[in-house]
């Protein structure tokens, strides 16, 4: 297990100024978007909202690493990442809010997707491929809790595929060799489900590229941890995955804190080289992370 702490001095970490002040924009904007969005569904505007609050630096940090060509699966608290990399905007937010229907207003999904539900489109308007190689992609969001780990298997695994099939290593359009990374995120209360501990473990068999972001802050909407796992502490339940160097197979573990910047980058740094370099699937248990909101606007755990 790879804990990544604050250290009194970071060499490795070559943030400048100008980009620090950058990322607390952007996560103080975010959080904005969280209240406000929240205040227009409690006053009757808006039908129904689910926010990134309290997920915010994990996200900065993560989509410094997210390369064109890679892909996203990932669930409702993104909204942080989807702004980092430009997939979604404001505007876009709000009209997911509010059910607009416009595909000019919401591109993901005009209205046809619960809001907070993020996409990149993967065919044009005549049903042919988009390059996907040259672009941030993201899979269609699903509402259905861990829904998003089985798809993640499949983006993961066709890096590897077209990094070891010469045959398709032509079709440029859609990998530069499988250097491209899939990135999944998930809350620590949806890795109760089966599904994500059957895409982890074939992942992990598979030895494909990603980096698995699990975003805990100690609770599924009112249910503490001990409630829902046999280890309180999910990095315990996930060191069984660990990495075996005489195999070579299992995932690099990584355990950081929501709230320390410093460390966050360098734990997705690392955890993306791995996985783009090496295929070495990678974990990062963001443990201590806050949600101010409760868990949606239905509900006032």
């Known amino acids: 297990m790879n804990v990544i702490k604050r250290q009194k001095s970071l060499p490795t970490l070559s943030t400048t100024k100008s980009e620090i002040i950058a990322d607390y924009h952007l996560a103080y904007l975010s959080r904005r978007i969280s209240l406000t969005g929240r205040r227009e569904v409690l006053n009757g505007r808006a039908k129904f909202g689910a926010f990134g609050a309290g997920k915010e630096l994990a996200q900065i940090a993560l989509a410094k690493v997210f390369r064109e060509g890679d892909f996203r699966s990932g669930y409702y608290r993104d909204q942080t990442w989807m702004l980092a990399l430009g997939i979604s905007t404001i505007q876009q937010i709000y009209a997911q809010l509010y059910g607009s229907t416009d595909l000019n207003a919401d591109p993901a999904h005009g209205g046809r997707n619960m809001p907070a539900h993020y996409a990149t489109r993967m065919l044009d308007e005549a049903g042919n491929w988009l390059p996907q190689s040259d672009r941030y992609n993201s899979s269609s969001d699903i509402a259905p809790t861990s829904g998003q780990m089985p798809r993640l298997v499949g983006l993961a695994y066709a890096s590897r595929v077209y990094r070891e099939v010469e045959a398709l ?90 709230w320390d910047y410093a460390a966050l980058i360098e734990a997705y740094r690392q955890a993306a080289e791995l996985a783009r370099e090496k295929h070495i699937p990678a974990i990062v248990h963001v443990v201590e992370m806050t949600q101010p909101q409760g868990h949606s606007t239905s509900g006032s755990h």
Do not use: C, K
């Open 169 to 258: 290593q032509h079709l440029t359009q859609f990998s530069h060799h499988g250097n491209e990374v899939a990135f999944g995120s998930i809350g620590n209360g949806s890795t109760a489900e089966g599904a994500f501990w059957e895409a982890i473990n074939a992942m992990g068999v598979l030895q494909a590229p990603v980096v698995m972001s699990i975003y805990d802050d100690g609770y599924a909407i009112s249910v503490p941890n001990e409630h829902q796992f046999i280890h309180a502490d999910l990095s315990q339940q996930l060191a069984g995955f660990g990495y075996d160097e005489t195999s070579g197979r299992g995932y690099q573990l990584f355990r950081v804190a929501g």
